[in-house]
């Protein structure tokens, strides 16, 4: 079974500064979806940044970028220049393939705390 | 376009109690999944659903759970004499076309006395 491993339960970053987020996983498909959601307080989950396996290329999202290393199942998140709204819970989610009744898989999460 | 609404947004039961909480999905979205929250943990799959048809409920438990995703109206995830354990958050998320980006709602937060 596939599984996510984020090792960091909590971070905390100076404004303006950056951060990296931790996630590994295992799996035994060539071709699959990775996910990072943040999970402010107010619990909603928002899809931060999306990357597909087959492409080299890392997924960029304004302040958001990921380093993925396929061969050492690695999926991590930069964030750069934070901000105090940065706060939040951030999840590692993976999904495989095929159509869409292959469910996310969930790392249990890494607590982001933002310092004024 | 309203997001996912989930109601209530928090849900208080007594043991032994039933359970009903619901998920309208976004507008257009013929395809809802329901996850569950422990504390300090990450979503966990539940059930997926398509209008009328349960698609793959692996991660529901085998017994007290249902779900449902009706023709007209939201979907309903059902939980029968609710044990101290479901104490949970019970997400909803759905999607146009399956396998395409998720949009979670806010969650039902269950508590069970």
């Known amino acids: 079974a596939q599984t996510v491993t984020q090792s960091q339960p909590e971070m905390s970053v100076q404004e303006a500064e950056t951060v990296t987020l931790s996630c590994t996983y295992d799996t035994s498909e060539s071709d699959y979806y990775l996910f990072w959601y943040k999970q402010p307080p107010s619990r909603q989950m928002i899809l931060v940044i999306r990357q597909e396996a087959y492409k080299q290329q890392n997924a960029t999202e304004n302040r958001f970028s990921v380093n993925f290393q396929k061969a050492a199942k690695s999926f991590s998140l930069k964030i750069s220049d934070s901000q105090l709204g940065d706060a939040a819970m951030y999840f590692c989610a993976y999904r495989g393939p095929g159509s869409g009744n292959t469910p996310l898989v969930f790392g249990k999460g890494t607590r982001l705390s933002v310092i004024a | ?113």
């Open chain 2, 1 to 113: 376009n309203a997001g996912v609404m989930q109601n209530p947004r928090h849900l208080v039961r007594r043991r032994g109690q039933e359970a009903r909480l619901r998920c309208s999905p976004m507008k257009g979205h013929s395809h809802v999944y329901w996850y569950r929250q422990l504390p300090e943990e990450g979503l966990k799959f539940m059930v997926y659903l398509q209008k009328e048809n349960i698609i793959d409920e692996s991660g529901m438990p085998k017994e007290r759970f249902s779900a449902e995703f009706p023709k007209e109206g939201p979907s309903i995830l059902r939980i029968q004499q609710v044990v101290r354990g479901d104490s949970a958050a019970y997400f909803c998320a759905s999607s146009p076309i399956a396998g395409e980006k998720l949009f979670f709602g806010s969650g039902t937060q269950l508590s069970v006395l």
